[in-house]
């Protein structure tokens, strides 16, 4: 049985399938979604315990429902991702949230993981 639930939500669908393939190889139970609606639809019904939330999606920006996600499930891990400069300090506040710039090394998942 998985460990814990992971939910991907990014429109890249290489990356996906690479954070997929290493979580499931880590007994993680893995689900993924392209559009900010469909993995705010997933968030919902699965509850993962680890979210990766994607920047720019195709229907909004998924930062901008961290503030949402933060107050309706505390209990998750939060990690925003973004091919892009961000700007570190709109989260600073909230310490359940990481930031992960693109491309994530395997070795970072690695030490965040223990």
């Known amino acids: 049985m998985p460990d814990k639930r992971v939910l991907i939500i990014d429109d890249e669908t290489d990356f996906c399938l690479l954070i997929k393939n290493y979580f499931v190889k880590k007994n993680f139970e893995v689900f993924v979604s392209h559009t900010l609606k469909d993995g705010m639809d997933c968030l919902e019904k699965i509850k993962p315990d680890i979210l990766f939330l994607d920047n720019n999606l195709p229907d909004g920006l998924g930062w901008e429902k961290t503030e949402y996600i933060s107050k ?28 992960w710039e693109k491309p994530i090394s395997l070795s970072e998942l690695n030490q965040y993981l223990n």
């Open 72 to 99: 309706h499930y505390p209990q998750i891990s939060i990690n925003l991702i973004s091919a892009f400069q961000y700007n570190p300090d709109a989260f600073k506040q909230n310490t359940s949230v990481k930031i």
